[in-house]
């Protein structure tokens, strides 16, 4: 299967993102990618809190969802909608949720972030909690013969959720991120390039890039990683598309040849302890 990754220097205008995010996957589609995934915030990167509950929307009524099931109808192709900030039904906070869209336009699955980004880095201080609910629980979907973890960005940190996703048969793991450029300069590639060697899946990483509203800048480089962990296509720090074709038996080879995820290597480490 072919597939791509989506990287965006997004605004705080929901309607030009939509716009160039429609462009970049007409691209796609016209490199033959089959899959395409969307870098986290792609419809609306605002200035500060109060402008993301602005702009944030009910799942039932969605216009960004409407325009991903258009855009997968359309173009015939599984979209991985990066990250859409939706009201919480059980809260007054948002959920940064990652939706998925078949070919026939409708959703065949989603994910709420669960790891938020709460830290402070070269003296800025980032609190998602205070906006957002963190997610209860991994979710993963079929994409033709394919079962593809989801997670987002800053979740890229906790190796257990994709533990998870490999121990669940899943082949491809999807980072849809917004990347600080202090910790994308240090530690992105690094990240993502052990993700795929641990569990031997591919890696689709698709982020955000640039100067946003407010002065935020994001890292960008979006990367294709190898379940052998090599870096097999990459972007720069400008909008742009990467594919890669992601090879079944190449999967396989590696898993044969380095039976590292086999189930009695589980219960060996488990009974030792």
Not at 115 to 138: K, M, T
Not at 154 to 174: M, Q
Request: proline content about 4%; glycine content about 8%.
């Amino acid at each position: 299967m072919r597939a791509a990754c989506i990287q965006m220097n997004s605004c705080d205008q929901q309607a030009a993102n939509l716009l160039r995010a429609g462009e970049l996957l007409n691209e796609a589609a016209e490199q033959g990618a089959k899959l395409a995934l969307l870098p986290e915030n792609f419809a609306f990167m605002g200035a500060d809190d109060k402008a993301k509950q602005a702009a944030a929307e009910e799942e039932e009524h969605s216009h960004v969802f409407d325009f991903l099931s258009d855009q997968a109808a359309r173009l015939g192709m599984f979209i991985i909608g990066g990250s859409v900030a939706l009201h919480d039904k059980k809260t007054d906070k948002l959920r940064n949720h990652c939706p998925v869209f078949a070919p026939n336009g409708s959703r065949i699955g989603g994910y709420d972030k669960m790891h938020l980004f709460d830290v402070d880095v070269s003296g800025e201080s980032y609190r998602e909690s205070d906006v957002f609910r963190a997610g209860e629980e991994p979710d993963k979907v079929k994409v033709d013969d394919c079962l593809v973890g989801l997670s987002i960005c800053y979740d890229i940190r906790f190796p257990e959720l994709y533990r998870h996703y490999s121990a669940a048969g899943c082949d491809i793991i999807t980072v849809p991120s917004a990347f600080t450029v202090p910790t994308g300069r240090a530690h992105w590639q690094t990240l993502l390039r052990a993700r795929a060697i641990e569990n031997q899946c591919y890696v689709l990483a698709a982020g955000q890039c640039g100067t946003h509203p407010g002065g935020r800048r994001t890292w960008g480089h979006s990367m294709i990683v190898d379940p052998w962990g090599e870096v097999v296509a990459a972007c720069g720090d400008e909008e742009g598309i990467i594919v890669a074709d992601l090879s079944r038996e190449h999967l396989q080879t590696i898993r044969r040849q380095f039976p590292a995820l086999r189930k009695t290597a589980w219960l060996n480490f488990s009974r030792s302890r």
